[in-house]
């Protein structure tokens, strides 16, 4: 059975960190990267950071670049989002996913082909 279970949120207040885990299992073809979308209530799933799973070269999205850092454990088949100087704007659902796309660093998600449930982060003021 083919998944990815995200793992990590959580409430912190401002200026705190998280970090959320990405395990996947399952997979029988693949992937070129797995990114990390967010998603807050009412607004588009917006991409945060991808890593190639070839060579690990990491993308991130303006909004979080310098804060968030995004890394892999090809042994235990997870990629981990370390999340620094959280602010109450990072808070949205998370998802981890899968690209086999060339273009997965760009963040798109609709090159994005399998997703995980989601973790939810909160960022309180």
């Known amino acids: 059975q083919v998944q990815l279970v995200e793992s990590g949120g959580g409430s912190v207040h401002a200026g705190g960190s998280l970090r959320l885990s990405c395990a996947a299992s399952g997979f029988t073809q693949d992937y070129y990267a797995i990114g990390w979308f967010r998603q807050a209530p009412g607004k588009a799933r917006d991409g945060v950071a991808c890593i190639s799973v070839s060579d690990d070269s990491t993308y991130y999205s303006d909004s979080v670049k310098g804060r968030f850092l995004i890394s892999r454990d090809n042994a235990k088949k997870t990629v981990d989002l370390q999340m620094n100087n959280l602010k109450p704007e990072d808070t949205a659902v998370y998802y981890c996913?899968?690209?086999?796309?060339?273009?997965?660093?760009?963040?798109?998600?609709?090159?994005?082909?399998?997703w995980g449930q989601g973790t939810q982060v909160t960022v309180s003021s």
């Open positions: 996913a899968t690209s086999r796309s060339n273009s997965y660093y760009y963040l798109l998600s609709r090159v994005y082909h399998f």
